[in-house]
C-alpha cells in the first residue's frame, strides 16, 4: 500500500522557469511532510518541510504548499536552476522527527 | 552541522559472506538512527529504527537475524548484512535525528553488490 504517491516519475523544464513537484498522500494521520533531493550514490539532502497546521512554507527558491483536504502537496521552484537537476522526494510522516513514508520520487531536469 | 557519514561508500562482497556497513553522525549526538534501502528506481524503504542502548525496531518483513542492527553510541550505529545473497544488493542509506522532533539527516548510501 503505497501512502505516499508521486505520480510524475520524471520533470523536464527549461532554467528560469517554475517547478512544480507534486505528491498526494492517503493517510489521514499525516500530519508533517517534507521534501528530499537526491543526487544518483548520495542519501537524500533536506530541503523544506511543512506541518499540517500551515498551508505554505517558503525558504529562497523553495515554496512548499499543503491541501489537507484534498491530501495533497507540492514544491514549488522559482526560478529553476540547472544545478536544481535530481530526483525530489517526497515524504510525511505522523509528527516531526518520526518514522518517514517516502513517495517515489520524481527525476526533474532543468535544461539550460 | 548535522552530517552524516557512512563507510563503505560501496562494496562487494561473495554470497554468503557478512557485510558491515557503519553510519556516523559527525557533529551532533543522535539519539535515533534510521536505516533505509532503496532499490532501483523506487523510494526509500525503511527497515529499522534504533534508539542509542537499546535494541532496534524493525520494519514489517525485514528480517533481524539476517540485518543486524547496533547502536553502541549517540555517534554509531552499525548494520551487518549476514550471509548475504544477490537479492541483498542494494543502496542502503542511514539517516540520524538529533532530538524527537528533529528531523532526519542522511547519510550519503553505501552500495552493496553480492556476487
Known amino acids: 500500500d503505497q501512502q505516499v504517491k508521486q505520480n510524475s516519475p520524471s520533470l523536464s523544464v527549461q532554467e528560469g522557469r517554475i517547478s512544480i513537484l507534486n505528491c498526494d498522500y492517503t493517510?489521514?494521520?499525516?500530519?508533517?511532510f517534507l521534501w528530499y533531493k537526491k543526487y544518483p550514490a548520495e542519501g537524500p539532502t533536506f530541503l523544506i518541510s511543512?506541518?499540517?497546521?500551515?498551508d505554505k512554507n517558503e525558504d529562497g527558491r523553495f515554496t512548499v504548499f499543503l491541501n489537507k483536504s484534498a491530501k495533497h502537496l507540492s514544491l514549488h521552484i522559482v526560478p529553476s536552476q540547472p544545478g536544481d537537476s535530481a530526483v525530489y522526494f517526497c515524504a510525511a510522516s505522523r509528527a516531526s522527527g518520526s518514522r518517514l513514508t517516502f513517495g517515489e520520487g520524481t527525476q526533474l531536469t532543468v535544461n539550460p | 552541522g548535522a552530517v552524516v557519514s557512512q563507510h563503505p561508500s560501496r562494496v562487494i562482497c561473495k554470497s554468503g559472506t557478512s557485510v558491515k556497513i557503519e553510519c556516523r553522525s559527525l557533529d551532533f549526538q543522535a539519539t535515533t538512527m534510521f536505516w533505509y534501502r532503496q532499490f532501483p528506481k523506487k523510494s526509500l524503504m525503511l527497515m529499522a529504527t534504533s534508539n542509542e542502548g537499546s535494541k532496534a525496531t524493525y520494519e514489517q518483513g525485514v528480517e533481524k537475524d539476517k540485518f543486524l542492527i547496533n547502536h553502541a553510541s549517540l555517534t554509531l550505529s552499525t548494520l551487518t548484512v549476514t550471509s548475504a545473497h544477490p537479492e541483498d544488493s542494494s543502496f542502503y542509506i542511514c539517516?540520524?535525528?538529533?532530538?524527537?522532533?528533529?528531523?532526519?539527516?542522511f547519510g550519503p548510501g553505501t552500495r552493496l553488490t553480492v556476487l
Open positions: 539517516s540520524a535525528r538529533r532530538e524527537r522532533w528533529d528531523t532526519q539527516y
Open positions: 511543512i506541518s499540517s497546521i500551515k
Open positions: 493517510n489521514s494521520m499525516f500530519d508533517y
